[in-house]
């Protein structure tokens, strides 16, 4: 639902840091990952900096294994943010199939599922930093055997972890949320097939603001 929204703009190193600054827990905090609105890689510059002084002893002094930046799979960002950090990846799948991959995700015209992979396979990620794969799973749509047999296979290889999160429904839109016993079968499957996998649990759907939720709704209210 957020891609919908149209490009709005990109953030400035300090209003990231702001973001992180304004909570008032933010001195309690434990772990903090880029993602949600937007493409972290997009805005490769700015994202960096404010890594660099997240991490930095003269900054916050955050361990780069406590931060996880997502991307739909924008290679150059991908090797700019592999080389210069060492913070943990998370690429948005979604499906393994690139025609499938492909409505979903426009990136897929660009940055082919193999690519990124291709390139992932040949990075040397040692045992501090984490490769992981986001899975929005859509009744009907990517949730069948078909789609866990070749999950496995062009996984196959690559020390990682898939994240499952339902998607969240709103009024008007063709796709639909799985059941809780389907997308708990899902996991199993997959990590019957070898594949690490976890349920994302979701927060604020009772109240319409979970990721991508609010915005939607907001936008798509009349004037």
């Not at 690519?115 to 949730?143: A, H, K, P, T």
Request: charged residues 20%.
């Amino acid at each position: 639902m957020t891609g919908r929204q149209g490009f709005q703009g990109n953030l400035s190193s300090n209003e990231i840091l702001n973001q992180f600054r304004s909570l008032p827990e933010f001195r309690t905090l434990t772990n903090m990952v880029y993602m949600g609105m937007g493409e972290p890689l997009d805005n490769i510059t700015e994202v960096m900096k404010s890594l660099e002084i997240l991490t930095g002893e003269w900054g916050y002094g955050w361990s780069p294994t406590r931060i996880t930046v997502s991307t739909v799979g924008l290679l150059s960002g991908i090797r700019e943010f592999l080389e210069k950090s060492r913070c943990h990846l998370a690429v948005s799948l979604h499906s393994p199939f690139d025609e499938e991959r492909r409505n979903l995700m426009p990136i897929q015209r660009t940055n082919t599922v193999e690519e990124v992979l291709n390139f992932i396979r040949e990075f040397d990620f040692n045992s501090q930093r984490r490769v992981s794969f986001e899975y929005i799973l859509f009744e009907g749509m990517n949730d069948t055997p078909h789609h866990i047999r070749e999950l496995a296979r062009i996984l196959n290889g690559i020390k990682c972890r898939i994240n499952i999160i339902r998607f969240h429904a709103i009024p008007g839109s063709q796709y639909k949320s799985p059941g809780l016993t389907e997308t708990n079968n899902f996991k199993e499957a997959l990590n019957a097939k070898g594949i690490l996998t976890t349920i994302r649990a979701s927060r604020g759907v009772d109240i319409q603001a979970a990721c991508g939720l609010l915005s939607t709704i907001r936008q798509n209210k009349p004037a």
